[in-house]
């Protein structure tokens, strides 16, 4: 018999689809002067208070475990933030769990929930993660299709529609990537209605909670009458601070959700690393500016860039949330990828395709906007050129 | 409306039509700001910010402190105005602490800026007493990091 390591894998895994942009990305690799606006990560690097506070542990020694769960210093703040910006109250003790980015929360807390044969609902265009993540778990995905109708927002129709006895959590990721979504309390309350007579747990990841352009702040399911006890609240420093090369993270939630999440935890990570915690305590304290100064940065940008799409004829919603637009390109003609590969072959601009994100995201791009004016309009320009081709 | 100074302060190229839009105005109501901030003495200029250090031309900067006597009526504004009239003072300012003035003077060479220190400005009547601080290096100018300007070091595309 023959030896082979590749049949040694995990069927599951073997069997996950390969990354959705990764032949555009090789493409790209392999040119010069590309404009990108396909990165779903901050421009802004992390302010330099913070930074400062991370190479303080570092000069103090601080280089050791923390506890399993986190720094206790760290999670009484982000207890205090949890109560500060959203009105949530967690007890730091056994309510708060620092991880290592959203990522890692979003892994235990789908681990923590599912058994095989359970059903995840993940409404798309999403994040990639959550659908394999639900299969490593033994889990199946149930994908909600938002439509650019409803501007993508998870509606308690569509919800209802896919409930079945065998549905685990509902995976609720506002403010989205791809698409710009949010839910407002409104929309949450529907959602609520639905899920109030159920045992259906909730996995709300917002991550981008800070990053929304309405007058009303970021709304948590968690502060919805009833939702508290079901839900796991993900949220992390990346976006909010610009922190993404720190992986670092948290989920909040009931003792008896955290308490099994830290078991996974304790047994996989150890613990998040420390130096990125004592920076994100400076963060905590002292980033409340840091986050508002950005965040009025990304506003203009937002506005030039739907703005750009919608003149130029690609309709483009207007996304309240992250740092994302999901513009229409079905005036094309073309496919998402179709478009996105011309597009970076002929004008050298790399677009992430709305497919990437989920079937229901064909026939729209996600463009971020993480990027300098000057470096958007001349995006702008480009796919402009670009389309009059086609339309 | 001080928004559209904060846009314009960091970045001088945005036409009124991109400001209009990211500020929910109409282009010609930015216009009219514009010309109204620049007759109000509030727009004053526009400048390039250049690294000088990169180009092929040597350029000395000093940083001059300045103490004198201030004169009955008029403070230091008249003194002050007697320094900013010459082309080689870039900046003077009134300070609090050890000192009254200070100026930022540029010039070709150290030779030139000592002979316009020493031989302009110290022999003031008003002036009592100057000091002299050459710039050897320029880290940061303008709020612009001349010696490592960030670089977009982020993948090409990601998730």
Redesign the interface.
């Known amino acids: 018999m023959k030896f082979s390591p590749k049949d040694q894998i995990n069927s599951v895994v073997a069997n996950l689809p390969p ?1 959705g ?1 990764r032949k ?2 090789d493409i ?2 392999g040119m010069d002067g ?1 404009i ?1 606006l ?4 901050p ?1 802004f ?1 992390t302010p330099w208070h913070i930074r400062n506070a991370g190479i303080m542990s570092l000069e103090k020694g601080r280089t050791q475990y923390t506890s399993n769960a986190g720094l206790v210093e760290l999670k009484q703040e982000v207890a205090n933030y949890m109560k500060r910006r959203f009105g949530l109250s967690y007890e730091p003790n056994n309510q708060v769990l620092i991880t290592v980015g959203g990522s890692e929360a979003i892994d235990l807390a789908i681990r923590a929930f599912v058994e095989p044969g359970d059903e995840v609902l993940i409404p798309i265009p999403c ?2 993660c959550y659908d394999p993540i639900t299969r490593l778990a033994g889990g199946v995905p149930v994908l909600l299709e938002t439509k650019a109708e409803d501007n993508f927002k998870l509606t308690p129709e569509l919800l209802k529609k896919n409930i079945t006895d065998k549905t685990k959590a509902l995976i609720l990721p506002f403010p989205n ?1 791809p698409t710009g979504a949010i839910m407002d309390k409104e929309d949450l309350e529907k959602i609520a209605e639905v899920l109030r007579d159920t045992n259906i747990m909730i996995i709300s990841d917002e991550i981008y909670a800070e990053l929304t352009y309405t007058d009303k702040r970021h709304v948590s399911i968690a502060e919805i009458d009833g939702m508290y006890d079901r839900t796991v609240v993900i949220n992390g420093f990346s976006k909010a601070y610009a922190m993404t090369g720190w992986r670092l993270g948290f989920a909040c939630g009931h003792p008896d959700v955290i308490g099994p999440m830290i078991k996974i935890h304790q047994y996989a990570i150890m613990c998040a690393p420390t130096t990125s915690q004592y920076a994100a305590i400076e963060a905590l304290r002292f980033g409340d500016k840091d986050i508002e100064d950005m965040k009025t940065e990304y506003n ?2 937002r ?2 860039i739907v ?1 750009g799409f919608n003149k130029m004829g690609l309709d483009c919603f207007e996304p309240m949330g992250a740092f994302y637009c999901f513009p229409s390109i079905k005036r094309t003609g073309l496919s998402s990828e179709e478009f996105c590969e011309k597009l970076l072959l002929e004008e050298k601009i ?1 677009l ?1 395709p709305g497919v ?2 989920g079937k229901s995201g064909e026939g729209h791009l996600r463009v971020s906007y993480a990027y300098s ?2 470096h958007i ?1 001349k995006a702008l320009e480009g796919v402009e050129r670009f389309i009059s081709k086609y339309i | 409306m001080h928004r559209i100074l904060e846009l314009l302060e960091n970045n001088s190229n945005l036409t009124p039509e991109d400001i209009a839009v990211m500020i929910d105005k109409t282009p010609d109501e930015v216009r009219a700001a514009i010309s109204q901030y620049e007759k109000e003495g509030v727009i004053v200029g526009k400048k390039t910010i250049i690294n000088w250090q990169k180009a092929d031309k040597d350029l000395v900067t000093a940083f001059i402190e300045i103490k004198c006597t201030p004169q009955y009526g008029r403070g230091f504004d008249q003194i002050a105005e007697r320094f900013y009239q010459y082309e080689q003072v870039k900046s003077v300012y009134l300070m609090s602490g050890a000192y009254d003035l200070a100026l930022i003077v540029e010039g070709n060479s150290l030779t030139e800026v000592a002979s316009f220190v020493s031989g302009k400005l110290a022999p003031m009547d008003t002036v009592i007493s100057t000091c002299t601080h050459f710039v050897l290096k320029k880290y940061k100018d303008n709020g612009v990091m001349l010696e490592t300007p960030p670089k977009d070091e982020r993948q090409v595309m990601a998730f």
């Open positions: 990354s942009i555009l990305f790209a690799s590309v990108s396909g990165i779903g990560e421009d690097i994040f990639v990537n203009y940008r506005k030039l703005n790399a992430v990437a994100f004016v000057e309009k």
